[in-house]
């Protein structure tokens, strides 16, 4: 069975971005600046082009990136806060987009990808801490359990 960590919502943070901000570290710097450690995190809205990362579960490692230079909406962002291996926040996100024509690109949200127009929801979470290490079996800085 797996064991499970028991937190609380606190602060909730809705707002949006800026033409030309950088999706994730834009999204990144504002956990930082407001000391979120824990919490889940949305967006909805459309970007100028997209950085995506893809994790080889064979390898156990990102074999790469894919730039996509086209103007797409964002059908589903979404994701967690918690803190890396050096106790420093870490926004982990993935990103479903859509072209007009209805053809949809997904992965794992990279720095690069630049923003039209995004609203977001920050959830907080308190009285947790959910940190991050290496798992031996994927090779991925997963959280750890208790």
């Known amino acids: 069975m797996s064991k499970f ?18 999706l994730l570290e834009k999204l990144t710097e504002l ?27 064979s390898e156990k490692k990102y074999t790469g990136c894919v730039e996509i230079d086209k103007k797409l909406e964002i059908a589903s962002c979404a994701g967690n806060i918690s803190l890396n291996d050096k106790n ?3 926004v982990h996100l993935h990103i479903v987009l859509a072209d007009h024509n209805a053809q949809t690109f997904g992965g794992h949200l990279m720095p690069g990808t630049k923003v039209f127009a995004t ?3 920050i959830e907080e979470i308190t009285n947790i801490e959910l940190k991050r290490s290496k798992d031996e079996v994927t090779g991925l800085p997963l959280w750890k359990n208790k």
């Open 5 to 22: 960590n028991e937190g609380h919502y606190g602060r909730v943070f809705i707002g949006r971005l800026e033409f030309g901000d950088d």
């Open 31 to 57: 956990c930082r600046s407001n000391a979120i450690k824990a919490g889940t995190v949305s967006a909805i809205g459309a970007v100028q082009n997209v950085k995506l990362g893809y994790y080889s579960q």
């Open 88 to 90: 420093d926040i870490f």
């Open 119 to 121: 609203e977001y929801c």
